[in-house]
């Protein structure tokens, strides 16, 4: 009898071990309202500091990297984000979207002319790839309205 009850604790011991470990360290999984959350507060601390970039008037092209580069650190902020499994997929398709607008915009900065005050001037191929730029945001847009998004959207 002592061998069977010693077998009965050593069972439950081993289970209680199993359930134990398998629940340490296990994370809830995230939760829709909570990702769009966190991500809707990034998006509205990101354009809170991209109101602070300058004057577009004094130096345009200043201006628009300044723009460009806070929009690669929103970007990489928002790639730390988890989203919920269900999400995962559209999430990383928004931020797709999101960085090849960005690639885009510094092309069309690059490509760009300028006229006699410096103003720069979107023709030919400065101007295609403005109306890619275009797309890519459009895209962007209604991924994030899509995902629940707000203040992401814009």
């Known amino acids: 009898m002592h061998r069977k009850v010693a ?4 069972v439950g011991l081993g ?4 359930l134990g470990v398998a629940s340490c360290g296990g994370e809830e999984p995230v939760t829709r309202a909570a990702f769009v959350r966190e991500a809707d507060a990034t998006c509205r601390s990101a354009r809170r500091d991209m109101r602070l970039t300058g004057n577009a008037q004094r130096d345009p092209r200043a201006f628009a990297a300044r723009l460009i580069e806070a929009r690669r650190a929103l970007i990489a902020d928002l790639d730390a984000i988890e989203a919920p499994e269900d999400l995962a997929g559209r999430y990383d398709s928004y931020l797709a979207a999101l960085r090849e607008s960005t690639d885009l915009s510094e092309q069309v900065v690059e490509q760009s002319g300028s006229d006699a005050d410096g103003t720069p001037v979107l023709d030919g191929e ?13 895209e962007a847009f209604n991924l994030a309205r899509g995902l ?4 992401c959207t814009a």
């Not at 077998?7 to 050593?10: D, G, Q």
């Not at 400065?126 to 459009?138: G, L, M, V």
């Not at 629940?148 to 203040?151: A, E, I, Y």
């Open 148 to 151: 629940g998004f707000r203040t």
């Open 7 to 10: 077998r009965m604790v050593a």
């Open 126 to 138: 400065a101007a295609a790839t403005a109306r890619e730029r275009d797309r890519a945001s459009r």
């Open 15 to 18: 289970l209680a071990l199993t």
